[in-house]
């Protein structure tokens, strides 16, 4: 697609429920990341896909986080058992660059998780 | 100690006004720097990349100094639609791009 698209764009969830955040990524950009931003924060790193592979996940806040890309397409991020300080917004990123560093991002509008 | 801090902000200026965001990063041997631009309820979007040797693009100047990790932002003629959070990112070689906290700029009329 033209730009990276995430879905939901709005999640209210339980807390105890499990969410799963989707995010389609331009088409042939191999690098993908995942952020979580918090109200008035910057963008906090979770985890990295080169093609289907996850290279790093060093920012995953919990087990109850996980991250997926099977395909090297399409990323899945997983969080079991919400709870509230789960509450913020999911940013996907994708990059065309194959190598690390001079990576430039194109992000997603982002998924506003509300944990109640 | 965060790997990229910046200046807290917010910074309140007029029109017309010169303005200089700073950041320092942690890593020695990050490699890449941008600047992002992020506006209320948005998505970050690249607004450029520093080089070493220092760049400009119209309004906006970049400078690296590596010695000292350090990197900032000049706007001039700041205008309205300048008002914005300003994310200074750093890649840091391996597989992480990591945002500092960002700054808050209102340009007033």
């Known amino acids: 697609g033209a730009g990276v698209s995430q879905s939901p764009r709005y999640k209210v969830a339980k807390r105890g429920q499990d969410v799963a955040l989707r995010c389609d990524p331009i088409?042939?950009?191999?690098?993908l990341f995942w952020y979580q931003q918090a109200l008035g924060q910057g963008p906090e790193f979770l985890t990295y896909?080169?093609?289907?592979?996850?290279?790093?996940k060093s920012g995953l806040p919990s087990d109850r986080f996980f991250a997926e890309r099977p395909e090297g397409s399409v990323s899945t991020l997983k969080i079991q058992r919400t709870q509230q300080e789960d509450s913020a917004v999911y940013l996907c990123?994708?990059?065309?660059?194959?190598?690390?560093?001079?990576?430039?991002?194109?992000f997603g509008a982002g998924s506003r998780l509300t944990v109640l | 100690r965060k790997e990229v801090e910046q200046d807290p902000g917010p910074f309140n200026v007029p029109e017309g006004a010169t303005v200089a965001f700073n950041c320092t990063y942690s890593?020695?041997?990050?490699?890449?720097f941008f600047w992002y631009r992020q506006d209320c309820r948005k998505e970050p979007k690249l607004l450029m990349s520093?080089?070493?040797s220092g760049n400009e693009d119209g309004r906006f100047t970049a400078q690296l100094n590596r010695a000292s990790q350090y990197i900032s932002l000049l706007i001039r003629d700041s205008k309205l639609s300048d008002s914005a959070t300003y994310l200074c990112?750093?890649?840091?070689?391996?597989?992480?791009?990591?945002f500092g906290a960002g700054t808050r700029l209102f340009v007033k009329a």
């Open positions: 896909f080169q093609n289907e592979a996850q290279l790093d």
């Open positions: 520093v080089y070493s």
């Open positions: 990123a994708s990059s065309r660059n194959y190598d690390s560093g001079a990576n430039v991002l194109t």
């Open positions: 990112v750093v890649d840091t070689g391996g597989f992480k791009t990591i």
């Open positions: 088409s042939g950009h191999v690098s």
């Open positions: 890593n020695s041997a990050s490699q890449s």
